[in-house]
């Protein structure tokens, strides 16, 4: 199959997924009046800190929390007695009653900090968060510009911002909790999708040396370039997608967002190094020689 032939194939393709991700976050803000289910990192809430007198699990919290439609609430132990609980803001009748609730059923708790996070701490966190993108993506830019081309690095963010853009979109028709670990997932899947586009950038820059293939068109090369990447880079990606399938399944509620938008993400960078971003450069490559 001429992957560079039927480029418009996949930006069609990429055009309506694009348009359905920003369709589900406009869809969300008109239903539930914010694009996403963001979470208590970033529109405030209750944090408390319990230290039990006996190992607890996860499990025991959540199952008094839901008693109260507080199960997905954010759970993380740290030692075998110290549990962390994130959850929306609480009046001071509520907290009581779940605390009475965790004595009761689970065992006797002192509690080393209860604190309330303010709104003002999810804008900062929201702040912090564009910021990292934005950093993240002027190193790509420089790095692989200075590796390659402009015209590679051009390609590259465009497909990268692409995996995000249509992650951030499923998670949001999906309405899945968004907190402080999506914006972790969501650069890790940039950070893997790019290197797996710059194997198959490194595989055009090697043949654009060999004599017999740089006689070729360039989208010729291109398209034989990603073929004989291609073994590696569905290798790859189904080694990833197997361990974090397991992180999904057995790695409990609090790890599951973040594993569920691993899963989306690595899928969807996987394609657009294939289709996406190749294409672009072909693309870029055309514009370029008629300057």
Known sequence: MDIIKNSKIWFLISTTLLAGAIFALAFNTFVHGRPMNFGIDFTGGTLINLRFERPVNVGQVRGVLDEFKLGESVIQKSGDNDVLIRTVPLEGETRAAIMNGLMTKVGTAEILEADIIGPSVGNELARQALWALLLASIGIIIYVSFRFEFGYALAALLALYHDAIITTGIMALLFRTIDVTFVAAILTIMGYSINDTIVIFDRIR??????????????ELVNISIWETMARSINTVLTVIVIVLCLLLLGGETL??????????FSIGMCSSIFVAPPLLVVWHK???KR
Do not use: D, Q
């Open 206 to 219: 090697e043949n654009l040396k060999k004599p017999a293939l740089a006689k070729k068109k360039f989208g």
């Open 256 to 265: 599951r967002e973040f594993s569920l938008t691993l899963l989306i993400g």
């Open 287 to 289: 514009w370029e020689s």
